[in-house]
């Protein structure tokens, strides 16, 4: 690596402290992208566990659907769809993870029974209509985990990136550079202390 950098003291004294500062935004960085990493783990373990529960309710609900319209038939069954009010509201809300927004889902359900005469409708109908509720909720939680995991997995190639450079390009740069001014200074003292040596060998002939 090509230094060009006057060997003087106080290019030392700069060097010495760019290293020094260098070495505490690598030590930060790397703590950083540890932390990120945890999460990112952590929170996959729960998007994983997530969507399990999901397909596990996707497959329920759809049998339950099937089931009601084998029951009720698919003309009533559709008819009676209409008649279900129920509102999902999603609030929309951000926390923040070292230093990266991450969503907040959350979905309220608002029901406004009774949606039907109970005397009418088989309870298949009724358990494919609670079924699905529950998916909603566990689809926005899903959502949720999915964009986190994707904005701090972003937010730690950054990280890695730059510790990289730290640890591979300037670290080593200081390093090389403070050894070359130490070595060029020790060189011109000796020079120095060679100099004044014979200077004072002439004097005393």
């Known amino acids: 690596m090509r230094i060009n950098i006057a060997a003087t003291k106080t290019n030392l004294l700069k060097v010495k402290k760019n290293l020094s500062v260098t070495r505490e935004g690598y030590e930060l960085l790397d703590e950083k992208r540890k932390i990120l990493l945890g999460e990112i783990s952590a929170i996959i ?3 994983q566990k997530t969507e399990e529960e999901t397909d596990t309710a996707l ?16 003309k009533k069954l559709s008819e009676m769809s209409l008649a279900v009010e129920t509102e999902a509201n999603l609030r929309l809300t951000s926390r923040r993870v070292m230093g990266v927004s991450v969503p907040v889902i959350n979905l309220q359900m608002k029901d406004h029974p009774p949606y039907f ?7 298949a109908a009724e358990d494919a209509t ?6 909603l909720v566990l689809l926005a939680r899903l959502a949720e985990l999915k964009i986190t995991t994707l904005r701090l997995a ?9 510790v990289n450079a730290l640890e591979k ?24 202390f060679s100099m004044l040596k014979l200077i004072k060998q002439k004097i005393k002939k």
Do not use: C, W
């Open 169 to 192: 390009v300037y670290i080593p740069y200081y390093q090389e550079a403070e050894k070359n001014i130490n070595d060029r200074l020790e060189e011109e003292s000796r020079d120095a």
């Open 117 to 123: 005469s109970s005397l009418k409708v088989n309870m």
């Open 59 to 74: 497959a329920d609900g759809y049998a339950a659907v099937n089931r009601a319209t084998v029951i009720m038939g698919r």
């Open 130 to 135: 609670d079924r699905f509720k529950k998916i």
């Open 45 to 47: 373990h729960k998007m």
């Open 154 to 162: 972003q937010e730690a190639q950054k990280t890695i990136r730059k």
